[in-house]
């Protein structure tokens, strides 16, 4: 069954300075991997995702994610963080055919401080 | 235009009511999902449809019934309300190719 692990539970960072969440994976087939952001309140939205081509993948608000197969991760990073970053962070994988659900991970904290 | 649309965004009601969440998408996506967000914020797959047949059904009370009337539309409609049932509850739909799509989520408390 496909499962997906983030193993920090909460992370603070100063502002300005960078940032990585971790992203383990476990699935049976080729991954359709994701993250989501999430502020305090409000739905889940799209930072970025990748299925194939280039394992270094851009999204929006200036966070990019690297695929590593042989270490089954899709690690996000962020060279300067900002204040507004901070909200909980979600890495999900699912297939590409859409015949398994999203799968997520239970989600990291981010938060910021000056 | 509102993707994955639901409604109502918050909903307030007492333990024991019934009560039902709609989900629309204007995509074309063939498939849609319920998801519930607990208290500590975990993402958990509820059921999934396909072109309006339930092809998962996660272990979910049975006072949870979801309904699709066409495929762009599934609901979920919720018997005998219990205090655990409150959390945000989110649609989502999916097609190959584009990928998934979410909604806004409902904030469902039950009081």
């Known amino acids: 069954a496909q499962s997906v692990t983030q193993p920090d539970i909460h992370i603070t960072v100063s502002e300005g300075a960078s940032l990585e969440l971790r992203c383990n994976y476990s699935?049976?087939?080729?991954?359709?991997l994701f993250w989501y952001v999430q502020s305090p309140g409000q739905g889940l939205q799209l930072l970025l995702k990748y299925f194939s081509g280039d394992t270094l993948v851009q999204g929006i608000k200036g966070f990019e994610a690297e695929f590593k197969r042989s270490q089954s991760s899709f690690n996000l990073r962020k060279p300067s963080v900002h204040w507004s970053d901070a909200a909980e962070y979600f890495c999900?994988?699912?297939?590409?055919?859409?015949?398994?659900?999203?799968?997520f991970g239970k989600g990291t904290r981010l938060s910021v401080i000056a | 235009d509102t993707a994955v649309s639901q409604t109502p965004k918050y909903l307030v009601t007492q333990m024991g009511n019934d009560k039902s969440i709609k989900c629309e998408q204007n995509?074309?996506?063939?498939?849609m999902y319920w998801y519930k967000q607990d208290s500590k914020k975990f993402l958990k797959i509820m059921f999934s449809y396909n072109n309006k047949e339930l092809i998962i059904n996660e272990t979910v009370p049975n006072r949870f019934s979801p309904k699709s009337p066409d495929k762009a539309h599934l609901n979920l409609h919720i018997n005998s309300l219990e205090l655990g049932d409150s959390a945000v509850y989110f649609c989502a739909s999916f097609k190959g190719g584009y990928g998934y799509t979410f909604g806004s989520g409902t904030r469902l408390t039950v009081v």
């Open positions: 999900a994988v699912g297939s590409f055919s859409g015949n398994t659900p999203l799968v």
């Open positions: 995509l074309g996506h063939d498939t």
């Open positions: 699935y049976g087939a080729t991954p359709y």
